[in-house]
Every structure is written in C-alpha cells, then in structure tokens.
C-alpha cells in the first residue's frame, strides 16, 4: 500500500496514535509519482496451450469399441464398409453386409404381410424402413456410402496385438487378428461356464406383443392389435376366442375363451399393464403396500 508523505519521522504507519495531516490530494499525488516511477512488467503474450494429445496418436481399440458413433447397429461391431441410411434429422450407419441382409429378410417377410393386410394397396405400403428407425426411405432407395469415410481414414486405431490400422480398415484386421478372435473366445468360454454353474431361470411370458387370434398376425403391441382387429376384424363382433392379453398375465389362462373377443379387448384392454402392475411381486406383498400407502396418505 502507498505510504504518506506527510508521515512525521519515527512514526511507522501501522501506529494508532498516528494520524495524516496533509490534504488527500497530496497523498494520492505522492502516491502516483512512486508508482509512475516502478517499472513496469513486460507483457506476457497470450498463446494457446499446446495440444495435450497428438493427432496422429493411434487410439486404443478398446477406447473405440465404447463409441457408438462409429459402431454399426446391428452387428455392434465397428462399422464394415460403413453405408447410412438417408434418415431424418441425422442419417444412420451400418455395415454394408448387415444392412443388406435385413432389408433382403425385411422385404421377403413384409411383402407377404403386406399383401395379406392392405390387398391391392399393398404396391403403395412401406414394408422395408431403418432397422433402427424404422423411417421408409423413398421410392429406388440404394445404400450410400457413409459421410464419415474421410474422416474414419484419418483415425488410426491400435489393436490388441500391436497392429495400427485406420478406423475404416480396422475392422477388417480385427476379424482376422489371433489376439482379438483369441480374446472373445476366451470371454465367451468363461462366461458359458459361468452360466453353466445358475440354475436355469424361469422362462418370462412375452407381455409386450401379442398374436391376432383371428389371423396369423404376430407381433402386434396392445395399441397395434386394438387398431389391427377394428380395422381387419370388425366384422367378428360376438365370436368367442382366447384374448391373448389376458391369457399372458399370471392371472390369465390360455384355454378360457371370452364369448365376445371384440367387445372383451376394447372394454378391457385400453391401457397397457405394465404401468399400473407389479408382475414381480406375489399378490400377498401388493395387498400389503396398497394397504399401507392407504394409511399413509391422509
């Protein structure tokens, strides 16, 4: 801090029994003359910090393997000859052999679905989209390759042998690399013996999809078999058959047949159970908690 000039000699400025006398116009004078004559410290120029990493610097592959950006859907493998899907807001990638054997598997099995659903309609239907999506491409859609491809020739990836090959060559060498075949086949044996030491668990009931029992119709939602049977199936209002919702809840059973499905799935079926029942617990534990949350919210 500055001192004052009008300071009176012997006195340090720490003193309490001291007080300055002089005008504060002086003091501040005095004040900026010592500083003007400091020198001053020369100035230090503002540079980036350098980068912390080379960009030539392989990266690990199993920093790789964890990045979804790069790994195909699909297979969950690091993408092989990587082509995208023109999706919307941002397109999709995949191997080029993955992609094409789900859309030649997609086309056979919805072509016939879709003629079995639509009839003459069936040429103006959508049966192949995005396997992760399922956004329909337009009408002639072929494959593309990737946008990525530049930028995946200039990422170099270390495999676990040594080997550093490029992103978009990489997964070429690891399919046949002894370390990395070696590696998965030693994690696959110790986790089938693992498994082998469990005792087999009790198979779940699927309470997600649902078959039509009045066509071969598969894999419907609760909300899609609703709008499958009022479209396609209106006309069966008072014939009996199995509600395959209510033969798949631990309450149900597959041999009672309700006098009138139609009637029985809109009355019952409008909301899905799993938001308002705990199949995990017994009946005995559910009674019990309703009864103290009953206690509880008053």
Same mark, same amino acid.
Request: glycine share 4%; charged share 25%.
């Given at each position: 801090? %500055?001192?004052?000039?009008?300071?009176?000699?012997?006195l340090?400025? *720490?003193?309490?029994?001291?007080?300055?006398? @002089?005008?504060?116009?002086? $003091?501040?004078?005095a004040s900026m003359?010592?500083?003007?004559?400091?020198?001053?410290?020369?100035?230090?120029?503002?540079?980036?910090?350098p980068?912390?990493?080379?960009?030539?610097?392989?990266?690990?592959?199993?920093?790789? +393997?964890?990045?979804?950006?790069?790994?195909?859907?699909?297979?969950?493998?690091?993408?092989?000859?990587?082509?995208?899907?023109?999706?919307? /807001?941002?397109?999709?990638?995949?191997?080029?052999?993955c992609?094409?054997?789900?859309?030649?598997?997609?086309?056979?099995?919805?072509?016939?679905?879709?003629?079995?659903?639509y009839?003459?309609?069936?040429?103006?239907?959508?049966?192949?989209? $995005?396997p992760?999506?399922?956004? $329909?491409?337009?009408? *002639?859609?072929v /494959? @593309?390759?990737?946008?990525d491809?530049?930028?995946?020739?200039?990422i170099?990836?270390?495999?676990?042998? *040594?080997?550093?090959?490029?992103?978009?060559?990489?997964?070429?060498?690891?399919?046949?690399c002894?370390?990395?075949?070696?590696?998965?086949?030693?994690?696959?044996?110790a986790?089938?013996?693992r498994?082998?030491?469990? %005792?087999?668990?009790?198979?779940?009931?699927? !309470?997600?999809?649902?078959?039509?029992?009045?066509?071969?119709?598969?894999?419907?939602?609760?909300?899609?078999? +609703?709008?499958?049977?009022?479209?396609l199936?209106?006309?069966q209002l008072g014939?009996?058959?199995v509600? /395959?919702?209510?033969?798949?809840?631990?309450?149900? @059973?597959?041999?009672? !047949? @309700?006098?009138?499905?139609?009637?029985?799935?809109?009355?019952?079926?409008?909301?899905d159970?799993?938001?308002?029942?705990?199949?995990e617990?017994s009946?005995?534990?559910?009674?019990?908690?309703?009864i103290?949350?009953s206690?509880?919210?008053?």
């Amino acid at each position: 801090a %500055p001192t004052c000039t009008a300071r009176p000699q012997g006195l340090q400025p *720490g003193r309490v029994n001291w007080r300055c006398t @002089s005008r504060p116009t002086d $003091c501040a004078i005095a004040s900026m003359r010592r500083s003007a004559k400091r020198p001053r410290p020369a100035p230090v120029s503002k540079q980036e910090p350098p980068d912390s990493r080379n960009k030539s610097e392989p990266l690990e592959l199993e920093v790789v +393997l964890k990045e979804d950006t790069w790994s195909c859907p699909i297979c969950m493998e690091i993408a092989k000859d990587p082509v995208q899907m023109p999706c919307r /807001p941002q397109p999709h990638t995949f191997c080029a052999g993955c992609l094409a054997a789900h859309l030649s598997i997609k086309a056979a099995s919805s072509a016939e679905e879709a003629r079995r659903n639509y009839g003459r309609d069936a040429a103006t239907q959508c049966t192949v989209g $995005c396997p992760l999506c399922r956004q $329909c491409p337009p009408a *002639g859609f072929v /494959p @593309s390759p990737a946008s990525d491809i530049p930028a995946r020739k200039e990422i170099l990836v270390r495999c676990e042998c *040594g080997a550093v090959e490029t992103l978009l060559d990489i997964r070429k060498h690891t399919d046949k690399c002894a370390t990395v075949l070696g590696t998965s086949q030693d994690v696959a044996a110790a986790a089938a013996k693992r498994l082998s030491r469990q %005792p087999p668990a009790e198979p779940t009931p699927n !309470r997600a999809t649902f078959s039509c029992p009045f066509c071969p119709q598969t894999h419907l939602p609760r909300a899609d078999l +609703l709008q499958h049977v009022q479209a396609l199936h209106h006309n069966q209002l008072g014939r009996p058959a199995v509600c /395959p919702i209510c033969a798949s809840m631990p309450w149900g @059973s597959s041999s009672y !047949r @309700s006098p009138n499905f139609v009637q029985h799935l809109f009355l019952r079926h409008r909301f899905d159970y799993d938001e308002t029942t705990a199949f995990e617990e017994s009946e005995e534990a559910v009674l019990e908690r309703v009864i103290r949350a009953s206690m509880t919210d008053r």
